[in-house]
């Protein structure tokens, strides 16, 4: 998913005709790559679109196009990750008023759970995680992590 200001904070992605997209998954199926686009005017005629209804911090349409694997280069996955209090978070998405769209890593003691769900009236996943926006002010120890994907 991209930030507004063009970086990224999570997901697959790889370089295809000289552009930048999204992948749906960097293992290639029968030699091809799923390229994405969330959201926005559908890139050309060729690309399939699929629809998502209530997708957190998501928009719900998204279109998708296979491309030969081998024409894909600059394969790599990005996570973000920061401290919400004393919670670890991992970034999802960023909103255009500038709020980050986090859910909570690994386990987390349901009274800090219940607290974020408080505080910034976040949802809980069963007793899984919990998950909502936040001012970006909020977070601290921001850290964007690259890995490169062998081809």
């Known amino acids: 998913m991209w930030r ?3 970086s990224k ?3 697959t992605y790889g370089t295809w005709q000289g552009h930048e997209w999204e992948l749906w998954s960097s293992a290639s199926d ?3 790559l799923t390229l994405v686009q969330d959201g926005g005017e559908q890139p050309g005629q060729d690309w399939e679109r699929l629809d998502f209804p209530n997708r957190f911090a998501r928009t719900p349409v998204r279109f998708y196009k296979d491309v030969d694997a081998a024409s894909v280069s600059d394969v790599h996955s990005v996570r973000a990750t920061a401290r919400l209090d004393s919670v670890a978070v991992e970034l999802l998405a960023e909103d255009g008023e500038g709020r980050l769209a986090v859910q909570t890593l690994g386990p987390v003691p349901p009274n800090f759970m ?3 769900m408080e505080e910034f009236e976040f949802e809980r996943y069963e007793n899984a995680f919990v998950f909502g926006w936040v001012p970006s ?3 601290v120890d921001i850290s964007i992590e690259r890995t490169e994907i062998s081809e």
Do not use: P, V
């Open 114 to 116: 219940d607290r974020l």
């Open 30 to 32: 029968r030699g091809y």
């Open 137 to 139: 002010h909020a977070l």
């Open 4 to 6: 507004t200001n063009g």
């Open 9 to 11: 904070l999570r997901g």
